[in-house]
Every structure is written in structure tokens, then in C-alpha cells.
Nanobody, 125 residues
Framework: QVKLVESGGGSVLAGGSLRLSCEYSIDGYDDYSKAWYRQTPGKEREFVSCFNEDGYIDYADSVKGRLTISRDVAKNTLYLQMDSPRSDDSGVYYC???????????????????WGQGTQVTVSS
């Protein structure tokens, strides 16, 4: 069983900072790749960043240089540091996990299997 719980969302001014957390619990051995996605009303869920189990990190072009993914294995927590967010970074942010590499399933246009409930981020100018 995989459980993902996001926290840290809220309202932030453009140019400010915010850190999202995803606390995960996984039965058995944790060989899951993990990622952040986001969604705004009327749009499909979009990839933000991933931390593959092999250590590879990737970002959507729109967030490179502003959002940073990291993890604390001891705390079973994935983070997304948002620095200098823009209004178009607003949305519901979801933590996701899959036994396949996120970069692999993205290439197949497949979404990860496991999801958290999401946390709302609103960036205002």
C-alpha cells in the first residue's frame, strides 16, 4: 500500500517562497519514483518535477530555476521548494508515486499510479 499526504499549500505573494511537503508511507521496500504534478480548473494535470528512484531529477521547463524538488529519506518526505513563484504557478499540487521511473511513464503519456489528495497553492501579485 502507498499513502501520500501533501501539506504546505496556501497563499503566497509572487516573488515570495513556499515549501510543499509530501509525507509518504509505503508497505515493504520503497523502490518508488516520486513526483509533483499540478492542476488548474479546466486543464489537465501537468508534470512539475520528479525524483526518480535512480536519483535522476527532472523539471518542467516552465518551473526550472524557480522550483526545487528534494527528499528526506529518513523522514519519508518529498519536498517542493517554490521560490519566486508566479501567478501561473497557482493550482492544486499533487504528490505522485510509481514503481516505474517517472521519466519513463511520462514518455508513454502515462500518469503515475498513486496519488495524494492535493494541496492548493494560490500565488497573487
Amino acid at each position: 500500500q502507498v499513502k501520500l499526504v501533501e501539506s504546505g499549500g496556501g497563499s503566497v505573494l509572487a516573488g515570495g517562497s513556499l515549501r510543499l511537503s509530501c509525507e509518504y508511507s509505503i508497505d515493504g521496500y520503497d523502490d518508488y519514483s516520486k513526483a509533483w504534478y499540478r492542476q488548474t480548473p479546466g486543464k489537465e494535470r501537468e508534470f512539475v518535477s520528479c525524483f526518480n528512484e535512480d536519483g535522476y531529477i527532472d523539471y518542467a521547463d516552465s518551473v526550472k530555476g524557480r522550483l526545487t524538488i528534494s527528499r528526506d529519506v529518513a523522514k519519508n518526505t518529498l519536498y517542493l521548494q517554490m521560490d519566486s513563484p508566479r501567478s501561473d504557478d497557482s493550482g492544486v499540487y499533487y504528490c505522485a508515486a510509481d514503481r516505474q521511473l517517472i521519466t519513463y511513464i511520462r514518455a508513454l503519456n502515462i500518469l503515475p499510479r498513486h496519488w495524494g489528495q492535493g494541496t492548493q497553492v494560490t500565488v497573487s501579485s
